[in-house]
């Protein structure tokens, strides 16, 4: 292969592996008010792409919720309290979802989610 030819190659390839493939995360804690603290337990999710339906650790214990899905995303976090995801959603992320959020007043825990339109 002459240099030209590897040179183009590599100009052809290039957006394609640096292209960056933007995921979402939530963070769950075990305090109101998603603190900022090592002493706070906390459980972090971080995907990309969608999900049908996967449980969140420790879910019985968590009492706040802090989402980042990238903004100009149209992907949906939605949390159930059941397997399955089948039941009514209990509460949802977006992109505009940009604050803590008590999830402390639920009667059941916010045990499993799935994720939609993150591709």
Known sequence: MHFSTAFKFAALAAPVL???AAGWSF????TAGCPNSTLS?????????????????????HKSVLGAIP????????????????DRVAFGLTQ??????SINDF??????YKAANCA
């Open 18 to 20: 640096f292209q960056s």
């Open 27 to 30: 963070t769950m804690y075990d």
């Open 41 to 61: 337990a906390a459980d972090r999710v971080e995907k990309t792409g969608n999900v049908t339906c996967d449980p969140v650790p420790n879910a019985n214990r």
């Open 71 to 86: 903004a100009g995303s149209e992907c949906r976090i939605s949390f159930y309290p059941r397997a399955g995801c089948g």
């Open 96 to 101: 505009y979802t940009t604050t803590c959020l």
């Open 107 to 112: 009667v059941e825990p916010l045990a499993y």
